[in-house]
């Protein structure tokens, strides 16, 4: 029971890895308030996980919206007694070069990926930094590392991440906050899928993850929580600033 009385905030929590570190939260103790846009997704991912014991709600909100956030932020802190775990992990992908993009599209990515930690974030820092405890785990990827075709605004977005988390880090360690970065490879979930399916049209979604890893598997969604778990609890409690990668590999050639 590593997070035992502790309450953790995890936006895109409805499906794929932040349902992940849902579930493995709940599991270790942690109240777990869920932050997504699919209501009926996201009730049934709280309902899995309090139907093996945990502690879930879920809320309503597009991270890239102030008024959203402003709004949901305010009711968990009035749910909850207090925010010790955010985990920032809202994202999208849309494929295209600077040259094919539009500034819609452009904007839609930055907007939910980048602005929406910005935003939550600035919500649930004063509370940590007021009690002298608290840990942010920004999720960005690999492609924030060495880039990724055809994905120019998905990369310029978790590259942000990266060094916004850096950022993070160093600003909050006087109130004893840690703020770390997950980086991981190509992931089994539905925007995973997305992603082979654009670059692999006719290929074989599972073959085509493993060949893109050295260690010929495919990341799982339990892979990246378990990661998560170690950076909010103790174990890691003199570890902040850093970007913790889960690529089997791929980042090394």
């Known amino acids: 029971m590593k997070l035992k009385g502790k309450v953790a905030v995890i936006t895109g929590g409805t499906i794929g890895i ?6 493995v939260f709940a599991s270790e103790g942690a109240r777990v308030a869920l932050i997504g846009r699919n209501g009926a997704q996201g009730e049934k991912t709280c309902e899995s996980i309090r139907s093996e014991g ?29 925010v010790d775990i955010l985990v ?3 994202g999208i992908w849309k494929p295209g070069r600077v040259t094919d993009l539009d500034e819609e599209t452009w904007d839609s990515v930055l907007d939910t990926n980048l602005k929406g930690m910005f935003l939550v974030s600035r919500h649930f ?12 785990i920004n999720v960005a990827s690999v492609a924030g590392l060495v880039g990724a075709a055809d994905a120019s605004s998905y990369a310029a977005s978790k590259g942000g991440i990266v060094n916004l988390s850096r950022s993070m880090a160093l600003d909050y360690a006087p109130f004893n906050v840690r703020v770390n970065c997950l980086c991981p490879g190509m992931t089994e979930t539905a925007q995973g899928h997305t992603v082979v399916a654009h670059y692999k049209p006719d ?7 493993r060949n893109w890893q050295p260690l010929r598997r495919v990341c799982m969604p339990d892979d990246v929580a378990k990661a998560a778990l170690y950076l909010a609890s103790d174990d890691a409690e003199f570890m902040t600033g850093s970007m913790f990668v889960l690529d089997g590999g791929l980042t090394a050639q």
């Open 125 to 136: 820092l004063p509370g940590m930094m007021e009690r002298k405890w608290g840990v942010v």
């Open 203 to 209: 290929g074989d979604q599972t073959e085509e993850k």
């Open 54 to 82: 945990g502690d879930c709600k879920f809320y309503v909100a597009d991270v890239s919206k102030a008024d959203q956030v402003g709004e949901v932020a305010a009711q968990i802190l009035k749910d909850f007694p207090q």
């Open 18 to 23: 932040g349902a992940a570190i849902g579930r």
């Open 88 to 90: 920032n992990n809202a």
